[in-house]
């Protein structure tokens, strides 16, 4: 029995408080995945999230973890694949981006483009993928549309390319301009915004008195636009040259069915995915995916490790017995869920650029490839260049046992780089992290669920660039720089600052000093 509904595969991304919350539950809402507004998050007075399943998650009123959302719209299957809103956790958010085809980037209008901002569209571009902006909180007063579009233009070097306009400046929505077709949708405030928002859609000559003049302003800007060249054109934001862009308030629902409509019309679905070797797998072919991201803690009464997979080829079936690429060895796939925070749903089948959490999967590291049939194995996910370094070392001497086997778990989930050296010893990893978060989730996670209490002491690096075994013999002992090694076998050289490393580079060229991706605030 074969689902063959299209797909599409997406995440939302943005700035911390730019209102991704706020979307995901319109976009669930809208499309019933879940049938009342509040059940996706819980800040304020409102329910409990269900994507929030650590304490220190709800402490902070920050989501953590990643989790995918899936839910049916005109008979498509949109998977929208969770993301941490906070920088510290932006490691996680690029993970995230390898498994979806498009992202949706909301921008505060008040606030405009902000730090994060720039940097997930910086992601984006590396990484190919299509990006749909959404000027969000129009409903509050902001910038103009005009300056919001030419930052973007010079900021991002990307070119907005509006399909539909604000009708009333920020902080007065009426409504939008749609500019395919030059009808006003025009929208109507419910209270609190907790239900679809009515929109009603005109010819340009059925506008109503009382909206004529922002009407008016309207047109003019869009015939600007025109003028400019700033139209759509789905082969340029495919390869990423512009972003389609669309105005709305999340808060009030407003614009959240034409931003599903857009998705399913632009955004593409899943397609073939090269491999390592340079061969390739289309949609159709037999079974593969890989894994994006590796949690365990989930249920702190039984700590299955779960791994989350995006399909890339083929059909999944609970059960079927796959290949693990790395280690040439079978895994069965018998417990298998679609999982959104605590809520978890056994999964029977699931289709290319579906998200599936395998159970058990203590084999799986994140950026494993799993197949059925011929050999693929897909690249690794790449990581980010850590900025904050701890050396670590068990709180109880009693429990290193359980220390061990923390770190173990932690690394191998990716929460933060585990460094080691001949020098350190094995009871002393280094710990590296992209954002110093990062270091209290481990804390936390230490005592709480691994049971042994762990030591921190700051390192005075700040800069980590990768070399190879030459490289580390050649840098040993040298003053202001350790060099240590990742548990994938990744040869790491710790600076104490960008003008060590730089010297270090320039005075001996035959060293291999690699930069990783810039992925910190
Ligand atoms: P996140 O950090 O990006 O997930 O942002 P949230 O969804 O938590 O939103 C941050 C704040 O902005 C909350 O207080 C929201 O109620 C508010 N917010 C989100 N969208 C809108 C909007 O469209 N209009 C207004 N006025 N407020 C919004």
Request: with cysteine; net charge negative; glycine share 8%.
């Amino acid at each position: 029995m074969s689902d063959t509904r299209p797909r599409r595969t997406f995440a939302v991304i943005s700035h911390p408080d730019a209102g991704k919350s706020t979307l995901t539950e319109a976009l669930a809402l809208h499309a019933r995945a879940i049938n009342e507004a509040g059940a996706v998050h819980g800040k304020g007075d409102r329910k409990a999230t269900v994507s929030d399943w650590m304490a220190m998650e709800k402490a902070r009123g920050i989501s953590i973890t990643s989790a995918a959302l899936q839910f049916e719209y005109r008979d498509h299957v949109v998977n929208l694949v969770d993301t941490p809103g906070h920088s510290d956790f932006s490691e996680d958010t690029y993970r995230v981006l390898s498994a979806v085809d498009s992202a949706v980037m909301l921008v505060d209008a008040g606030k405009g483009l902000e730090p994060q901002t720039l940097k997930l569209f910086r992601v984006c571009a590396l990484r190919g993928i299509p990006v749909i902006t959404v000027i969000n909180k129009w409903d509050r007063p902001g910038l103009s549309a005009l300056e919001l579009m030419d930052k973007i233009e010079q900021q991002i070097k990307i070119r907005p390319t509006p399909l539909t306009w604000p009708v009333g400046e920020a902080g007065d929505f009426r409504g939008v301009l749609d500019r395919r077709t030059g009808e006003f949708i025009k929208y109507t405030r419910t209270a609190g915004g907790a239900t679809r928002a009515p929109e009603r859609r005109m010819d340009a000559d059925a506008v109503e008195e009382n909206d004529r003049q922002v009407w008016a302003a309207a047109v003019e800007e869009h015939e600007l636009l025109e003028l400019d060249d700033a139209d759509h054109d789905q082969e340029r934001f495919l390869t990423g040259e512009t972003t389609p862009v669309m105005f709305a308030s999340a808060l009030q629902n407003f614009g959240v069915a034409q931003l599903l409509d857009l998705l399913l019309e632009l955004a593409p679905a899943p397609g073939s995915t090269e491999g390592v070797d340079g061969s390739s797998r289309e949609p159709g072919g037999e079974f593969s995916a890989f894994v994006f991201k590796v949690q365990s803690g989930m249920n702190s009464s039984h700590r299955d490790r779960l791994a989350y997979a995006r399909i890339v080829s083929g059909e999944f079936e609970r059960g079927m017995v796959v290949t693990h690429a790395g280690s040439g060895r079978p895994f069965a796939t018998k417990f298998a869920q679609t999982v959104f925070g605590r809520e978890t749903t056994s999964v029977e089948h699931a289709y290319p650029g579906d998200i599936i959490g395998l159970v058990n999967a203590n084999a799986l590291r994140v950026g494993d490839t799993i197949y059925t049939g011929k050999a693929i194995e897909y690249p690794p996910v790449p990581s980010f260049a850590p900025e904050h370094f701890m050396a670590a070392s068990a709180g109880d001497i009693g429990r290193y046992k359980q220390f061990r086997k923390g770190i173990e778990q932690l690394d191998q989930e990716g929460v933060v780089q585990v460094l080691r050296s001949d020098l350190r010893g094995d009871q002393s990893p280094v710990l590296a992290a992209v954002g110093p978060l990062q270091f209290e989730v481990v804390e936390d996670r230490m005592l709480h669920e691994f049971n042994s209490p762990i030591r921190f002491s700051r390192l005075d690096y700040q800069v980590a660039r990768i070399t190879d075994a030459a490289g580390a013999a050649a840098l040993a002992g040298k003053r202001g720089i350790e060099v240590l090694q990742r548990s994938d076998g990744t040869h790491m050289a710790l600076f104490v600052d960008q003008w060590r490393a730089q010297v270090t580079a320039r005075d001996n060229p035959e060293i291999m000093l690699e930069a990783l991706p810039a992925g910190g605030a």
